[in-house]
Nanobody, 119 residues
Framework: QVQLVESGGGLVQPGGSLRLSCAAS????????MNWYRQTPDKERELVAG???????NYVDTVKGRFTISRDNAKNTVYLQMNSLKPEDTALYLC?????????????WGPGTQVTVSS
């Protein structure tokens, strides 16, 4: 079992910045990729950024150049630095971790942290 807890969300003005954190606990030793998703009541859940255990990153086109995902494997923590925020970035941001042990693959989710970008 893996538990994920996000933090760092809040209300910011357009153009502002936030840094989200996601700390994993429990059986963390088999965690591979970690990802940030976001969702709103009106939109499908969207993969925002992902990072492999080795540090390879991927971003949705709409956040490239503005968001940076990083991780600290020793702390079992993944971060999302969000700059130049736009109102359309408003969403519940959820942390996801993928775990593989032998042939079993499990996906874990945090409860999310709300990001609201508004004047």
């Amino acid at each position: 079992q893996v538990q994920l807890v996000e933090s760092g969300g809040g209300l910011v003005q357009p153009g502002g910045s936030l840094r989200l954190s996601c700390a994993a606990s429990g059986r963390t030793f088999n965690i591979g990729a970690m990802n940030w998703y976001r969702q709103t009541p009106d939109k499908e859940r969207e993969l925002v950024a992902g990072i492999t255990r080795g540090g390879t990153t991927n971003y949705v086109d709409t956040v490239k150049g503005r968001f940076t995902i990083s991780r600290d494997n020793a702390k079992n923590t993944v971060y999302l630095q969000m700059n130049s925020l736009k109102p359309e970035d408003t969403a519940l941001y959820l942390c996801n971790a993928e775990s593989t042990q032998w042939d079993r693959k499990t996906s874990y989710w945090g409860p999310g942290t709300q990001v609201t970008v508004s004047s």
